[in-house]
């Protein structure tokens, strides 16, 4: 009996093991080769966008270093419900979590506050002839998004890039039976 017991128990390591060895960090799987991404370090960044465009895959290059915009709908974290924590793409800035994140139908990933005061900046922008904050990170000053005055709780509506966001699950314990 204690040889099943054993086996099972090393069955089950051998498991959480490969769980843990797939899981790769959230740079290397979006194929960046990235030496300022960090969930740790909250140091503001001053690195040119040259540095940027070589290290960056094009497209989160083009919204979070050129401000541009993914089409609406087509965005991994849309009508993505995982909980857990929104980290910036390009630095490892801690910016949301999940309990902030609400359905607004706008096409967009929406949220009504940032993690903390820090983790994003606003600045005005005047692009396509009308006026809208900008939401920027507040470490590498990457652009994320915009915010609106028509959310719930706070009413803010901090409207994001997918594509400008990492999400990190929260961990569950896994417990073993004896």
Not at 8 to 16: F, G, P, R
Not at 31 to 40: A, E, I, L, Q
Not at 85 to 104: D, E, I, M, P
């Amino acid at each position: 009996m204690k040889q099943y017991v054993y086996r099972y128990h090393y069955l089950a390591m051998a498991l959480v093991a490969m769980l843990i060895a797939s899981q790769p960090s959230a740079a290397h799987a979006q194929g960046m080769k990235n030496p300022y991404y960090s969930r740790t370090d909250t140091t503001e960044l001053q690195v040119s966008n040259a540095v940027w465009k070589k290290i960056l895959p094009k497209e989160l290059y083009l919204v979070a270093r050129e401000g541009a915009t993914e089409q609406a709908f087509t965005g991994e974290f849309t009508d993505f419900d995982g909980i857990g924590t929104y980290y910036c793409a390009v630095c490892g800035n801690a910016l949301f979590r999940s309990t902030a994140k609400f359905a607004s139908t706008c096409g967009w990933p929406s949220f009504y506050e940032p993690l903390r005061d820090r983790s994003v900046y606003y600045k005005d922008d005047y692009s396509h002839d009308m006026h809208r904050i900008e939401v920027r990170c507040g470490r590498c000053d990457s652009h994320l998004g915009h915010v609106f005055d028509d959310g719930p709780v706070t009413g803010k509506r901090y409207c994001m890039n997918s594509v400008s966001l990492h999400f990190e699950p929260d961990k569950k314990e896994i417990k073993f039976k004896k």
